[in-house]
Nanobody, 124 residues
Framework: QVQLVESGGGLVQAGGSLKLSCAAS????????MAWFRQAPGKEREFVAA????????YYADSVKGRFTISRDNAKNTVYLQMNSLKPEDTAVYYC?????????????????WGQGTQVTVSS
């Protein structure tokens, strides 16, 4: 079992930056693949970024590639999402997710553990 707590959301102007953090409980954090998803009002939850257990492999949605960076610090049981060049369409609740071995890293259904979410609002 792992419990996830996101932080770092807020209000930022277009073009600005935010860094989200997701702190995990448990001694086996380094065994888990981690991901970020987001959900805007009236829309389905969508994949943003993912990383494998070591952090050496990373994956991004096309919409954030080149602007967002996922990273992890296994010593601190934390995964991060650095978001640069933010756009109004990035406005959403951002969720951290974990799973030992998601069959489809891009699909929210394949992650068993979720945080409560943190709101990111980008003003134009």
């Amino acid at each position: 079992q792992v419990q996830l707590v996101e932080s770092g959301g807020g209000l930022v102007q277009a073009g600005g930056s935010l860094k989200l953090s997701c702190a995990a409980s448990g001694r086996t954090f380094s065994s888990y693949a981690m991901a970020w998803f987001r959900q805007a009002p009236g829309k389905e939850r969508e994949f943003v970024a993912a990383t494998n257990w070591s952090g050496r492999l990373t994956y991004y949605a096309d919409s954030v590639k080149g602007r967002f960076t996922i990273s992890r610090d296994n010593a601190k049981n934390t995964v991060y999402l650095q978001m640069n060049s933010l756009k109004p369409e990035d406005t959403a609740v951002y969720y951290c997710a974990a799973d030992l071995n998601p069959r489809n890293r891009y699909g929210s259904n394949w992650y068993n553990y979720w945080g409560q979410g943190t709101q990111v609002t980008v003003s134009s």
